[in-house]
């Protein structure tokens, strides 16, 4: 219950806080949502502009809080929140949160996946929030982590940004189109809920392997492309893809580009109550960049997730995923 309490008292100040500055600054709560995080993590009022009534309502809700007495999670969670309200109300179609649940069982797996290593760098193309990103960093704070997240999208960036402040995370964000040339180093892994459908612009796609012949490429795969590109050989990629990755009518060119360029570790398909209708259903897929040491594993990390409330059927996920680990991971193979 505490840990619930403290989600809530945060997620209050920051509800009450954005609703004051909405108004005085006559801007979405989403950006009014940024503004307070803002504020909060410089520890000062910075909109000047604000009338001294209001100025003395933020200063009040702000008093409740020290910050140092929050976890990292219970910011993120309270923050995510947040955004969460001001997503919804933005309608922003292509920038649907990634389930909280969703979110931490991928960076356990990445915490498997990066056993026995003391750092490691992380980047997610499509980072929007910086939700998914922040909670991997969060589920692997025994390791040193280098971290970049790029977003079309200027505001979802903003508000990325101040999330990784207060969560106290040095991560570098670039506001750009991922699909175009990057300016960042190869990584050890990828994190990324991928945006799915098309991509309009025909030109930048000509660039890449997985362009659609006619007509418009498909985003998703030329993100899967573009990640591959910035991961070092050896290197994971987890990525949330839609159930008919495989069955849509470019699946058989993505499938030749995923033979020639990685290994296929692993998919687990998440449970279906997470998503409104079935079409929209996604799984987790996890593929290796080839490299000289990297071997594909005799058998495929494969499992379909209950519900995440159902401790004792993910109890039983677990195991098997452990079980996995042991005879394909920790045996002969990279």
């Excluded at 996946?113 to 960093?137: C, Q, R």
């Excluded at 985003?219 to 990629?237: C, D, N, P, V, W």
């Excluded at 893809?241 to 470019?250: C, G, I, R």
């Amino acid at each position: 219950m505490a840990q619930i309490s403290a989600v809530e008292t945060l997620f209050t100040v920051l509800d009450n806080t954005a609703m004051v500055l909405k108004e005085e600054l006559s801007c979405t709560y989403l950006e009014a949502v940024a503004e307070t995080g803002e504020n909060l993590f410089h520890n000062s009022i910075l909109q000047e502009e604000i009338s001294e009534l209001s100025k003395k309502r933020i200063e009040k809700e702000y008093s409740q809080l020290n910050l140092n007495q929050y976890s990292v999670e219970e910011i993120r969670k309270a923050y995510q929140l947040a955004a969460l309200k001001g997503m919804k109300e933005a309608t922003q179609p292509n920038h649907e949160m990634t389930p909280d649940a969703v979110s931490i069982f991928m960076g356990y797996l990445v915490s498997k996946f990066t056993e026995g290593w003391e750092n490691f760098s992380i980047f997610d193309p499509a980072v929007g929030t910086g939700n998914l990103l922040t909670t991997v960093i969060n589920q692997n704070q025994s390791k040193e982590v280098s971290a970049f997240g790029i977003d079309v999208d200027d505001l979802l960036i903003k508000v990325a940004y101040v999330s990784a402040n207060l969560q106290q995370h040095t991560v570098q964000f670039y506001n750009q189109d991922s699909l175009q040339p990057l300016y960042i180093d190869p990584m050890d892994l990828v994190v990324c809920d991928l945006p799915v459908g098309y991509y309009p612009n025909d030109i930048g796609a000509a660039n890449f392997e997985l362009r659609a012949q006619k007509g418009h490429s498909y985003a998703h795969h030329l993100f899967i492309e573009q990640s591959l590109t910035y991961t070092k050989e050896g290197g994971y990629l987890f990525f949330l893809v839609p159930n008919h990755l495989f069955t849509s009518d470019q699946a058989k060119e993505l499938n030749e580009f995923l033979k020639e360029h990685a290994v296929i570790q692993g998919m687990i398909q998440l449970p279906l109550s997470l998503f409104k209708n079935e079409k929209a259903a996604k799984s987790i897929f996890i593929i290796q960049k080839k490299g000289p040491e990297v071997k594909a594993p005799k058998q495929a990390l494969l499992a379909n997730l209950p519900k995440f409330s159902n401790q004792t059927a993910m109890a039983g996920i677990v195991q098997q995923i452990d079980n996995w680990f042991k005879t394909e991971k920790n045996g002969n193979n990279n």
